[in-house]
């Protein structure tokens, strides 16, 4: 079983469209949460770290629920320039600080 | 200030050979971890370096090797190259801030090398 879980997609939203993303991870003891954002070919960027409390920024709003152990991200008012593929991102909590991705989620936004 | 930075951009092997990548973390990170990310698949760990030492590792062969610096850069080496090989390798720097509670430090990542393997 894969530590962590995504709707591959792919999400074809219209610009303005609200759209929301999940996933799902396996392990209780997961300590970071993360979304990461990947255009075709270029290297993950950090959208946002995820709080407990939940935390937003600009657009975007993340949400982690410890208790289901899911994540999820919520964008506003998409622009075609959030085109990519979301991958959400978690870190055990160990003695290191690997990353455990999922699948990513791709969005396309449609003018 | 620079962020992570990797090369080459590309690389071109065969199979049987051997290939260095190499990595500088962003300034104020002293800790690099490699990933291999497969065309249409997420990266996946390979191991991470801290201190000059490998604290973590992955579920990869001893074929991939690699080394920390006292500067903080590395390298990455992969011996007897096959063609599943072929990847963009990523590394991703981050500071590490000890043990217990609040260790939400983020990695950032490189621009990468995309290997091909012939």
């Known amino acids: 079983r894969k530590e962590v879980e995504q709707d591959p997609g792919p999400f074809n939203v219209p610009e303005g469209a609200t759209v929301a993303f999940n996933c799902t991870y396996s392990?209780?003891?997961?300590?970071?949460f993360f979304w990461y954002r990947q255009d075709c070919r270029k290297e993950p960027k950090l959208l946002m770290s995820v709080y407990s409390s939940g935390n937003e920024d600009g657009r975007f709003t993340a949400q982690l629920n410890r208790a289901s152990q899911y994540i999820s991200l919520l964008i506003r008012d998409s622009k075609l320039s959030d085109s990519a593929t979301y991958l959400c991102v978690v870190r055990l909590q160990t003695g290191a600080n690997n990353l455990f991705f999922g699948t990513g989620t791709r969005l396309t936004v449609i003018p | 200030d620079a962020g992570v930075t990797q090369s080459p951009t590309h690389l071109i092997k065969t199979r049987g050979q051997q290939v260095t990548l190499r990595c500088s973390p962003k300034s104020g990170h002293d800790t690099v971890s490699w990933y291999q990310q497969a065309l249409g698949q997420e990266p996946q760990f390979i191991f991470q370096y801290y201190e000059e030492e490998e604290r973590q590792r992955g579920n990869f062969p001893d074929r991939f090797s690699g080394h920390q610096f006292p500067n903080y850069s590395s390298e990455l080496n992969v011996n007897a190259l096959l063609l599943g090989d072929s990847a963009l390798y990523l590394c991703a720097s981050s500071r590490d801030i000890g043990q217990g509670a609040g260790r939400n430090q983020p990695q950032h990542f490189g621009d990468g090398t995309r290997l091909s393997i012939l």
């Open positions: 392990n209780s003891a997961s300590q970071s």
